[in-house]
């Protein structure tokens, strides 16, 4: 009977052993995918920060482009006003000079043909 009972008390305790055991797995298999899904969560934070911060540099890029293009742009238009302008003022100097030359012309025959003095 006390070889019984010595038996039955090892077997207990190595049933107690084995549930604490499995418990104590439990409970790390339970840290391990708390552990797991927190790094998850932090990695999927963390890639939507990189990503914003992507997004954010892409858009900077874009606005640059954009800001260099508008000055090309206005630089054209302001190159192009000069140049017409430059052009005008080089057409109102040709006629200019073509009505002063005509007119030297006119006064020069009026002068010889009716003998008149202008000067």
């Given at each position: ?12 305790a190595a049933e107690k052993e084995r549930k604490q055991a499995l418990e104590r797995a439990a409970a790390e298999k339970k840290q391990a995918a708390a552990k797991a899904k927190a790094a998850a969560r932090k990695a999927a934070k ?74």
């Amino acid at each position: 009977k006390a070889k019984a009972a010595v038996e039955a008390r090892k077997i207990a305790a190595a049933e107690k052993e084995r549930k604490q055991a499995l418990e104590r797995a439990a409970a790390e298999k339970k840290q391990a995918a708390a552990k797991a899904k927190a790094a998850a969560r932090k990695a999927a934070k963390t890639k939507e920060k990189l990503e914003q911060q992507r997004r954010l540099k892409q858009e900077e890029a874009a606005r640059r482009r954009e800001e260099k293009a508008q000055a090309r742009v206005t630089m054209l238009r302001q190159v192009w006003q000069d140049a017409r302008k430059a052009r005008q003022q080089q057409l109102q100097q040709i006629e200019a000079k073509r009505q002063a030359d005509l007119l030297t012309y006119v006064q020069t025959q009026l002068e010889e043909r009716f003998d008149i003095d202008f000067v």
